[in-house]
Structure formats: structure tokens, C-alpha cells
């Protein structure tokens, strides 16, 4: 399999944020290079090879990728425990404080935002298009950290 095409952002200590890249080589075809998003127009194949990727980069397995279905909503899910994953069919900010949990979100021109606090190890992932930001979900995602203790 190819090397994973990412950038990655200084998160602080204990943490560990990347950005994917699409490492397209057929820029006119939008599923062509990386693609974990499962809800566009790829196919099941090419998304489980993404994420197969992404998962053997981060040296975690596949199925501790946390990938909601994002609707440009303010909606926030709180992972507490690794076996039991809210409903994700409506979210746009993921917020943990487990170890090694990976949060995904998608982005294309909307702005994707990291959030770390150090001391709790609590972490967030924000899709923030602007409906979001209009419904505050970095606020909403805040709460949501402060709630585990940040």
C-alpha cells in the first residue's frame, strides 16, 4: 500500500493531530487518492482502503476510527468508552478523553478545528462549516470538553 499522504500539526504533548491529503494524481476526479469520507459518491472498496491506510498510519486497528456523518450542524458526541460509540448519523464535533482514540472529521472548504488540553488528555475534533459556527459548535464543543473535566 502507498505511504499515507497527511501533514502533521504541532497538538502539544500526548497528542497527535494530522491533516490527510487527498495525494491525488487525477485532480479531475474527486475519488481519486485518499477518501475515508463514507457518505459522498466512492466507493465502499476505495473508502475501506483509505481508512485501512490511515488506521495502519496511525498503528491502531480499523475499527477504533471514530467517523461521524457530518450535516454542517452544531451536534456534539462525547466518546467516554471505546466500546460503546454514540450514534454518530448527525454530529459535526467529536470530544474524548481516551488514549489513542483517533477523532475524524471531513473537510473540503469548511475549517476543520483541533482542540487539546493537556492536563485531562482531552481532546475534540470540530467540522466547522458555517451553519455550524452560526449554531456555536465550537461553544457547544467546549462545554462538551469541560463536561470530562477540561
Same mark, same amino acid.
Given at each position: 500500500?502507498?505511504?499515507?499522504?497527511?501533514?502533521?500539526?504541532?497538538?502539544?504533548?500526548?497528542?497527535?493531530?494530522?491533516?490527510?491529503?487527498?495525494?491525488?494524481?487525477?485532480?479531475?476526479?474527486?475519488?481519486?487518492?485518499?477518501?475515508?469520507?463514507?457518505?459522498?459518491?466512492?466507493? !465502499?472498496? %476505495? @473508502?475501506?482502503?483509505?481508512?485501512?491506510?490511515? *488506521?495502519?498510519?496511525?498503528?491502531? #486497528?480499523?475499527?477504533? =476510527?471514530? +467517523?461521524?456523518?457530518?450535516?454542517?450542524?452544531?451536534?456534539?458526541?462525547?466518546?467516554?468508552? !471505546?466500546? %460503546? @460509540?454514540?450514534?454518530?448519523?448527525?454530529?459535526? *464535533?467529536?470530544?474524548?478523553?481516551? #488514549?489513542?482514540?483517533? =477523532?475524524? +472529521?471531513?473537510?473540503?472548504?469548511?475549517?476543520?478545528?483541533?482542540?487539546?488540553?493537556?492536563?485531562?488528555?482531552? @481532546?475534540?475534533?470540530?467540522?466547522?462549516?458555517?451553519?455550524?459556527?452560526?449554531?456555536?459548535?465550537?461553544?457547544?464543543?467546549?462545554?462538551?470538553?469541560?463536561?470530562?473535566?477540561?
Amino acid at each position: 500500500m502507498t505511504p499515507l499522504p497527511h501533514i502533521t500539526l504541532n497538538a502539544g504533548p500526548n497528542a497527535t493531530a494530522l491533516s490527510t491529503l487527498r495525494g491525488a494524481t487525477r485532480p479531475n476526479d474527486p475519488y481519486d487518492g485518499l477518501n475515508c469520507c463514507h457518505y459522498t459518491g466512492d466507493t !465502499p472498496q %476505495h @473508502i475501506q482502503t483509505s481508512r485501512t491506510l490511515l *488506521a495502519r498510519h496511525l498503528r491502531i #486497528p480499523l475499527q477504533k =476510527l471514530i +467517523i461521524p456523518r457530518q450535516t454542517h450542524s452544531a451536534n456534539v458526541a462525547t466518546i467516554t468508552h !471505546p466500546d %460503546h @460509540i454514540p450514534p454518530l448519523t448527525d454530529t459535526d *464535533a467529536l470530544v474524548t478523553n481516551l #488514549p489513542r482514540t483517533p =477523532l475524524l +472529521i471531513h473537510t473540503a472548504d469548511c475549517v476543520p478545528i483541533i482542540l487539546h488540553d493537556p492536563h485531562t488528555h482531552t @481532546i475534540a475534533a470540530i467540522h466547522a462549516g458555517w451553519r455550524g459556527a452560526i449554531a456555536d459548535i465550537t461553544t457547544h464543543t467546549i462545554h462538551a470538553m469541560t463536561t470530562l473535566g477540561a
